[in-house]
């Protein structure tokens, strides 16, 4: 089993930035990778970013390249995604997921196991 708790959402203005943090606990080792999905109303959930325990290879959606950046602590058993130059259009619930096996998954919702339960990120125009 693997636990997931995120934080750092909140109501921000179009341009700024935000950090959300997801704290993992358990049997994180089984994971190659960690990821953040979001989830606007009405819409699937969407891959964000990704990237690995082991060596740190990242993967990013093309709509949050050069704007977010994913990051890891493995002493901490923490990611971040520092989100700046926000739009409204990345108004969703943002999701941490860990599972997936190999890097050709990680872009996939369905290949993660787990799931925290998500901070809400609100950016007005």
């Known amino acids: 089993q693997v636990q997931l708790v995120e934080s750092g959402g909140g109501l921000v203005q179009a341009g700024d930035s935000l950090r959300l943090s997801c704290a993992a606990s358990?049997?994180?080792?089984?994971?190659?990778?960690m990821g953040w999905f979001r989830q606007a109303p009405g819409r699937e959930r969407e891959f964000v970013a990704a990237i690995s325990w082991s060596d740190g290879v990242r993967w990013y959606a093309d709509s949050v390249k050069g704007r977010f950046t994913i990051s890891r602590d493995n002493a901490k058993n923490t990611v971040y995604l520092q989100m700046n130059s926000l739009k409204p259009e990345d108004t969703a619930v943002y999701y941490c997921?860990?599972?997936?096996?190999?890097?050709?998954?990680?872009?996939?919702?369905?290949?993660?196991?787990?799931w925290g339960q998500g901070t809400q990120v609100t950016v007005s125009s």
């Open positions: 997921g860990a599972g997936p096996r190999n890097w050709r998954i990680v872009t996939m919702a369905r290949e993660y196991d787990y």
């Open positions: 358990g049997r994180t080792f089984s994971s190659y990778a």
